[in-house]
């Protein structure tokens, strides 16, 4: 079965930080750009971060510039997502998604074929 699975979500206080993985099962995320989502409370879904199959080309939303870093290590299959200056209101499910374009390597697209089940990111003192 092909999915994906997302962990390293927690409790942390504001300021903290947590380091998400995404991985694959059944398939391999390389040529896959890789997205982060997330979905608090009575909230829609926010696009986070996403970085191509290359690697080369990242975007963020303005709501977590400077402060969430997306990276991916092909040679451990594993796409990462740095939380740094965590405030309550990064608090949500956190979710990863894969999407493949084969003539698309260096950019993010909107399209996604593999989601994860989430993990969920509470900011809290």
């Known amino acids: 079965q092909l999915q994906l699975v997302e962990s390293g979500g927690g409790l942390v206080q504001p300021g903290g930080s947590l380091r998400l993985s995404c991985v694959a099962a059944g398939f391999t995320l390389n040529h896959y750009h890789i997205g982060w989502f997330r979905q608090a409370p009575g909230k829609g879904r926010e696009e986070v971060s996403c970085i191509s199959a290359t690697g080369t080309n990242t975007n963020y939303a303005d709501s977590v510039k400077g402060r969430f870093t997306i990276s991916r290590d092909d040679a451990k299959d594993v796409v990462t997502l740095q939380l740094n200056s965590l405030k309550p209101e990064d608090t949500a499910v956190y979710y990863c998604?894969?999407?493949?374009?084969?003539?698309?390597?260096?950019?993010?697209?909107?399209?996604?074929?593999?989601w994860g089940q989430g993990t969920q990111v509470t900011v809290s003192s």
């Open positions: 998604a894969a999407g493949f374009f084969p003539t698309m390597q260096n950019i993010c697209i909107n399209t996604y074929d593999y």
